[in-house]
């Protein structure tokens, strides 16, 4: 391999990691190897098929890694990571026991053994630990020359992840996990074959969500295809042995540690995960301990936060039939995000009770009680508004907040039998969550208004014709969009148009024997908006837009009018005053 083959591949990584990570207006990153180190790795790489110079080689990769002084997070190990997966890709390697000579292993290892220090030490390296807590915790503030959250480096930490995953790919071509292998092993072998096979599943698990800024299409791809390879091999052989299977595993030994004390905090659900008689308030216990932040509390928050997307991936891959009998270790953590304090954790908690609740079967939570609960947690994120909270931290709680209570409602309240309570629950999100909200900070910050009279638009739609109760009061569905229409800036912010346009459909629609009663409000808020559009000398091609939806709701307002009145007369009046409805006002 040559130097600038080398180079090439070191650029290309961080290139791609940041392109997935979409940073705005960042400068390129310098080169991620220094000269010195290129012509030190070219060294290790190109060893000419030479048997001798390839131990070498192999040796001293083996020293780096396995270092104690050497600090597993360095951004300085991307490059050794690099020389790693540079010398195994090359065609016929081998980690033979002959090839090694060295102090860093005992003389009675053997090749897989080899194999599975270097595994471990790959996923030592790039488990997203404390370096992407600290980039989560920075969630909103502006971010530093230097550091955790210098782009360059965290896109060399995200390459790095990328690399190392091919190194764990390259090792099972040439030595499989030997997990499921016929061979006689004693109880320790067996036990510490399982551990390590943990150990690769849950690093594998933990890129998964390409989403995540740790991980990118090409890392799950490659964790993807790995836990593939390696997953029903390992439940092959956990079932024969009679054990566990690798979501219980995971949940035992790698969940529930990492969540213990913060769970304890949780007064409102028993030890199994159900509803609490007689629970109060969660307790303090972080802060009259000497934890003001709760770092001993939440590990899964300061330091361990590949948990998060493991226990994704954990919520995506269990059979409905098996929720039950993991309920106990499913619903604490996830209780413990949504009600977290700190706005990336708490949206991934909202993210992750959406995935539970698609599989979670209805009766079997209305028999926990833990519906309720849920819907406890989730409401105190509808009043996350602006100016207490941060406007762009506002909008990620509240779109997740209102996705994941959507959920809830339809699986907790299926059935004609549970009409009454499924209405409840809607009527309180509108009343307390979206009227309420924009009451407090729809007209000084539009973005948030957009938001919400678009969820206003999906909550019609859920109630139907039971949305007619929120139509007229003051500040309720159609004066506050006929509000929004016909303000004199309107057109200054074309998305909360749009929005507002696709909320009177919704109104339209689903409650159409009351649009007579209220045309003269719904046609204010159209007209004025079409006729302030129409008045612009260049109007954007989304305003454009807006005017065509604008008319195509005339026309469906129109429809519904005719099969009750004639509004010949009204709509000529409108016209005699401007003759631009003309093109608007069709009977």
């Known amino acids: 391999m040559r130097i600038e083959h080398l180079l090439d591949l070191a650029e290309q990584h961080v290139e791609v990691t940041k392109a997935s990570q979409k940073v705005q207006d960042a400068t390129p990153p310098a080169a991620c190897l220094s000269d010195e180190d290129v012509l030190r790795i070219t060294k290790l790489v190109d060893d000419n098929d030479d048997d001798e110079a390839a131990s070498a080689n192999l040796e001293s990769i083996l020293g780096i890694f396995f270092n104690p002084t050497d600090h597993r997070r360095s951004i300085r190990r991307h490059a050794e990571v690099i020389a790693l997966e540079a010398w195994l890709r090359k065609p016929g390697r081998r980690l033979n026991v002959n090839m090694m000579d060295s102090d860093s292993l005992s003389s009675h290892s053997t090749a897989r053994k080899i194999t599975n220090r270097f595994r471990q030490a790959i996923i030592d390296t790039i488990l997203p630990t404390q370096p992407w807590a600290e980039r989560l915790q920075s969630f909103g503030v502006e971010k530093t020359a230097a550091g955790v959250n210098d782009e360059d480096d965290v896109a060399r930490l995200g390459s790095m992840n990328v690399v190392g995953l091919s190194v764990l790919s390259h090792l099972e071509r040439i030595d499989p996990s030997s997990f499921g292998i016929q061979e006689e092993k004693d109880l320790v072998e067996e036990e510490d074959e399982e551990r390590q096979t943990l150990a690769l599943i849950s690093c594998l698990a933990s890129f998964t969500d390409p989403r995540e800024e740790w991980s990118s299409q090409e890392a799950s791809q490659l964790a993807h295809s790995l836990l593939n390879s390696l997953l029903p091999r390992f439940n092959a052989v956990e079932q024969k042995r009679g ?202 910050h539009v973005r948030i208004a957009e938001l919400l009279v678009r969820k206003m638009t999906d909550l019609v739609h859920e109630m139907g014709v039971d949305s007619a109760k929120h139509l007229k009061m003051v500040k309720h569905i159609i004066p506050l969009l006929s509000h929004i229409m016909s303000a004199p800036f309107a057109t200054a912010y074309p998305p909360l148009l749009t929005a507002s346009v696709h909320a009177i459909d919704a109104v339209v629609v689903n409650v159409w024997p009351r649009v007579a009663y209220h045309r003269g409000e719904i046609l204010e808020g159209l007209v004025i908006c079409w006729g302030r559009i129409h008045g612009e000398e260049a109007p954007s091609r989304e305003l454009e837009g807006i005017q065509t939806h604008i008319h195509r709701t005339v026309k469906l307002v129109t429809a519904i009018l005719k099969t009750d009145m004639d509004v010949t007369e009204e709509y000529q009046r409108l016209i005699d005053a401007d003759h631009r409805l003309q093109q608007l006002l069709l009977v």
């Open 243 to 444: 054990s566990r299977s690798f979501i219980t595993l995971l949940l035992e030994l790698r969940v529930k540690p990492l969540f213990a004390r913060t769970t304890q905090q949780n007064s409102a659900i028993t030890s199994q995960g159900r509803k609490a008689i007689d629970g109060s308030a969660p307790s303090n216990y972080h802060l009259m301990s000497g934890d003001p932040e709760g770092r001993e509390a939440k590990p899964w928050r300061f330091h361990h936060v590949y948990v998060l997307t493991m226990f994704r991936f954990i919520l995506e891959s269990i059979q409905t039939t098996s929720i039950e009998a993991h309920w106990p270790l499913l619903i604490p953590p996830l209780l413990a995000l949504v009600d977290d304090t700190s706005t990336p954790f708490k949206v991934r908690g909202c993210s992750l009770l959406a995935v539970f609740l698609a599989k979670v079967p209805s009766p079997l939570l209305e028999r926990t009680g833990l519906g309720e609960v849920f819907e406890n947690a989730l409401m105190p994120g509808l009043l996350h508004l602006p100016s207490l909270t941060p406007e762009h931290e506002s909008r990620v709680i509240l779109e997740a907040t209102y996705g994941t209570l959507l959920v809830l409602n339809r699986r907790l309240f299926s059935g004609a039998k549970h009409r009454a309570r499924r209405l409840r629950a809607l009527d309180a999100v509108m009343r307390d969550g979206i009227l309420r909200g924009y009451a407090h900070a729809g007209d000084g």
